[in-house]
Every structure is written in C-alpha cells, then in structure tokens.
Nanobody, 115 residues
Framework: QVQLVESVGGLVQSGGSLRLSCAAS????????ASWYRQAPGKQRDVVAV???????NYADAVKGRFTISRDNDKNTVYLQMNSLKPEETAVYYC?????????WGQGTQVTVSS
C-alpha cells in the first residue's frame, strides 16, 4: 500500500503563487509516475502536470509556463509550484502516484484564488 499526504492549500489573490507538496510513504518503488490533478466544483477532475521518476515532465496547456512540477526522490515527495494563479483555477488539487500500474490518490487540498 501507498499513502499520500498533501500539504494544506490556501487562499491566494489573483496573480499570486502557491506551492503544494505531496509526500508518499509505503511501498513506493523507484520507478513511478507522479502527477497533479484538479477538480473545480461541478467539473471533472483534470490532469495538471505529470513527472516521471526520471524527471521528465508534461503540463496541461492551461498551466504551461506558470506551473512547475518537481520531485525529490529521496523524500518520495512531489511538488507543484503555481505562479500567476487565476480565479478560475480555484479547485481541489489532488496528487496521484502510479506504482506498478496501480494509482494512489492524495486526500485533496483546496486552493482558492480570489479576484
């Protein structure tokens, strides 16, 4: 089993920045994929960014140039640095680790961007 614990989100003004973290514990193997998703009220959960254990990353078009996903493999922790946040990015943000084909999700953390 894998357990994921996300940092607390928060309230930030439009144009502001926030950094989320997600710490994994349990049967984490060296090869895994970590990602961040978000879900706004009444909408589906969408992928925001993905990073492999080797450090390769991909981003949703909406966040390219503003968000940065990174990871510390020694700490089994993945981060999401979010800059220039917009009100429409208010959502619950979830981290996900895929280990040996099995997905594990964090509990979700609320990010609210005020206009």
């Amino acid at each position: 089993q894998v357990q994921l614990v996300e940092s607390v989100g928060g309230l930030v003004q439009s144009g502001g920045s926030l950094r989320l973290s997600c710490a994994a514990s349990g049967r984490i193997f060296s090869i895994n994929v970590a990602s961040w998703y978000r879900q706004a009220p009444g909408k589906q959960r969408d992928v925001v960014a993905v990073i492999t254990s080797g450090g390769s990353s991909n981003y949703a078009d909406a966040v390219k140039g503003r968000f940065t996903i990174s990871r510390d493999n020694d700490k089994n922790t993945v981060y999401l640095q979010m800059n220039s946040l917009k009100p429409e990015e208010t959502a619950v943000y979830y981290c996900r680790f895929t280990v040996l084909g099995t997905d594990y999700w964090g509990q979700g953390t609320q990010v609210t961007v005020s206009s």
